[in-house]
């Protein structure tokens, strides 16, 4: 009796470490085909039905050798560190960046991704400095699913009510931000509660349209320091900017994205300033059922230096999509970037959620009038992006092109907003560490903007 | 005989033993060795950098701001959750009825994941825009550089102070109770039975509570994490967070491992001084 319940106890544990194994990457799915994991941030139930839908079953019905299985979670960025460490991991890895694909290529985590970039022709499809900050040493280590731009979204009705119209130039913007003050309301609404590196998104912008992505350029490539006087007023710039109430009043350590564009819905401010893939958060608050969509508008953040092309983008990228080195079926994770990279998938994935999927195309053939809601206004802005990106006016949002600990300095920003460090020494820090990256090569290559 | 019940013991100690050893000395002696690499925390290539990385730190005056704050961490919780704890044991253990109900209340939110006790500050008391800070029309703790890490604490301690009633009230009803009625029977007041009876006689849990209380001061994490992230302007950051960034966002865990062992030794310390004030009380 004895023995029959220990040979039962031993055969329910092998099952459940059997049990347990069958998450691994490369295991045999159902009928023959083979599981691929590809781990994402833990986007909101909708998006995530969203992408279940388009990706997850859209990939499986189109070929017969794999099966896609998607795992959502939001610590997907330390998930992954830990997991590419330990030579573990998803098939395809979810990414912050170039830079974070830079830090991993070197250290032979991440797979070569170069000769299926010349089976599906990635090249040629994919935008030329997209295509670029995913190299390292000439080889491909990954791609981003999309592209985003920072610029301030606007309630059209708050701006009448405050009667002026849209800003077209930083004295428009500030002016009506003043304006909004008086009447009692946020100049602009944004925050960093619970994510940090929201700084980033705003020094980036001020390094962009104050001293140029040109500038910015010659600081990552070093030949220029980053205590340059062109980048030290930037940063002065962007202290001015928080301090006079400009970046969520006085609420910016308390707001965070999504409830900043509930306040903006309800009409307590009449701008946000983010970046594009604020979009998503948008969508739940300006929608066809709550009848507002047409009181959501978007434009780029309006150049400071008057010696800039107008308008002005900072470039970033919301994802990188790499393939893991440890992966046992590097062919199937190509084939899901590739299905992620293409024109029909972008189409789908725009029409239910705007904001994350600017797949960056050459020739981003998607025309907003076939969409409705938020995607409309989105597609169009990312047309503009894709555009500006071909003309070379851009800069460099730090959390894409910056490499990671320099990065991670640049979060510290607020360091000079609040008035506890000066911009040249603050700088002077960044240089530093910045400097020791170079010796390292952890910058990516990088696209050099015409001004 | 002896020989097979010396054998027994090592074999029953083994598993405890083993698991120390793989998840507590390994690590330990991985971390101090990496203290002075420049490893990145990804692949398998490092520098041994000598001192570098103490220097570098010793040199940040953010490492002085998270010194002194887990100094503060460590002031505020060895008085207020531990004086909350007290009064409220005391005030229990007069209260026969609904004594457990209250124990209850008390722990709930010491069971709770730290990341809902947050949320709940977060969306419902420090909300500028529909919270009660936002009612009353004030900014909340976590939103000024002078008030940041005081907001963080709050919530810690509001969490941490029935972990310290239920321990110390378990340890007062261990007092003898001869003891507490001859005290009454010679005319002292309840003051005077806290102060001379009780107080004596819950000493060694006071004193462990305290030496953990320090020990879990210098590891502070997750509320200041949750919270503030060590802002605003690395304000409230302690050296739990100020280690975190070095690991996960600027991948230079061999300066990560160098904070680590930092924090272990204030740790270290007050483990001796535990072992020393113990010793000296059986010696006494």
């Not at chain 1, 300095?409 to 603050?426: C, K, M, P, Y």
Request: aromatic share 14%; net charge neutral.
């Amino acid at each position: 009796m004895k023995k029959k319940r220990l040979i039962a106890i031993v055969s329910a544990a092998v099952l459940a470490l059997a049990g347990c194994s069958s998450g691994d990457s490369g295991s045999g799915g159902s009928g023959g085909r083979q599981t691929l994991q590809f781990w994402f941030w833990g986007a909101p139930p909708d998006h995530q039905a969203t992408m279940k839908k388009v990706l997850i079953e859209g990939f499986n019905q189109s070929q017969d050798k794999y099966t896609l299985t998607v795992t959502f979670n939001n610590a997907v960025d330390k998930n992954i560190q830990v997991a590419l460490s330990a030579n573990k991991g998803p098939d395809v890895v979810y990414g912050s960046g170039p830079a974070f694909s830079a830090a991993y290529a070197v250290q032979g985590k991440l797979a070569d991704m170069t000769p299926y970039s010349e089976k599906y022709g990635w090249e040629s499809r994919i935008l030329d400095p997209m295509y670029k900050s995913g190299t390292v040493n000439g080889k491909l280590y990954s791609l981003p699913n999309s592209i985003e731009d920072i610029g301030v979204f606007y309630n059209k009705k708050v701006l009448d009510q405050l009667g002026v119209k849209v800003p077209t130039t930083f004295a428009e913007l500030t002016a009506v931000m003043d304006k909004a003050a008086a009447a009692g309301l946020h100049p602009s609404v944004t925050g960093n509660q619970g994510w940090k590196p929201v700084n980033q998104n705003y020094i980036s912008q001020f390094l962009t349209v104050d001293a140029g992505g040109k500038t910015v350029y010659d600081a990552l490539q070093g030949k220029i320091p980053w205590t340059d006087p062109a980048i030290v007023k930037a940063v002065e710039e962007s202290a001015k900017f928080y301090q006079a109430g400009y970046l969520g009043g006085k609420d910016y350590q308390t707001l965070n994205f999504d409830t900043s564009m509930q306040l903006l819905s309800k009409g307590k401010s009449p701008f946000f300033i983010g970046p594009s893939l604020a979009f998503q958060f948008a969508s739940t608050y300006f929608n066809d059922k709550a009848g507002n969509v047409a009181d959501l508008g978007y434009i780029p953040f309006p150049t400071i230096n008057t010696s800039l092309p107008s308008p002005y983008y900072t470039l970033g990228t919301t994802a990188s999509l790499s393939i893991n080195a440890a992966s046992k079926n590097k062919d199937g994770a190509a084939e899901v970037i590739d299905y992620m990279l293409s024109d029909s998938f972008a189409k789908e994935m725009n029409k239910d959620w705007p904001g994350y999927w600017a797949v960056p195309l050459k020739n981003f053939n998607l025309d907003p009038n076939d969409y409705t809601g938020l995607s409309k206004p989105f597609v169009a802005s990312i047309k503009n992006t894709i555009k500006g990106v071909n003309d070379g006016h851009y800069g460099f949002f730090a959390g894409t092109f910056f490499p990671p600990a320099t990065a991670a300095e640049f979060t510290n920003i607020d360091s000079v907003w609040l008035g506890r460090e000066s911009a040249q020494d603050f700088l002077t820090k960044v240089n530093t560490t910045f400097q020791g990256e170079l010796e390292k090569k952890l910058v990516p290559p990088l696209p050099e903007p015409s001004s | 005989m002896a020989r097979r019940r010396e054998l027994i013991g090592y074999g029953l100690i083994a598993p405890a033993l083993i698991l120390s050893i793989g998840i507590v000395v390994v690590p330990g002696i991985f971390t101090v060795v990496l203290s002075f690499t420049d490893w990145s925390g990804i692949g398998p290539s490092y520098n041994f950098i000598g001192l570098q990385n103490f220097r570098d730190i010793l040199a940040d005056n953010v490492f002085g701001t998270a010194l002194l704050n887990n100094i503060k961490w460590v002031v505020l919780f060895l008085t207020v959750p531990a004086i909350i704890g007290l009064l409220t044991a005391t005030l229990l253990l007069r209260r026969r009825k609904m004594r457990t109900f209250f124990q209850v209340i008390y722990l709930m939110p010491y069971v709770l994941a730290p990341v809902v006790n947050a949320l709940v500050w977060q969306t419902i008391i420090y909300n500028p825009n529909g919270g009660i800070f936002g009612f009353f029309g004030l900014q909340p703790p976590t939103a000024s550089v002078r008030t940041s890490l005081y907001g963080a604490a709050i919530v810690d301690m509001w969490h941490y102070f029935g972990f310290l009633t239920v321990v110390y009230l378990g340890a007062m009803r261990q007092t003898p109770m001869d003891q507490v009625e001859a005290a009454v029977v010679d005319g002292a007041g309840s003051w005077k039975v806290f102060r001379h009876v009780y107080l004596p006689s819950i000493r060694p849990t006071l004193l462990l509570m305290g030496v953990m209380t320090v020990i879990f001061s210098f590891l502070a994490f997750d509320y200041v994490y949750l919270l503030t992230q060590g802002g605003p302007a690395r304000s409230s950051e302690v050296m739990g967070t100020y280690a975190y960034a070095f690991a996960f966002s600027s991948f230079e865990f061999g300066k990560a491992a160098a904070v680590g062992l930092i924090m272990s030794f204030f740790g270290l310390i007050a483990s001796c001084v535990y072992t020393w004030l113990s010793r000296r009380d059986v010696t006494e």
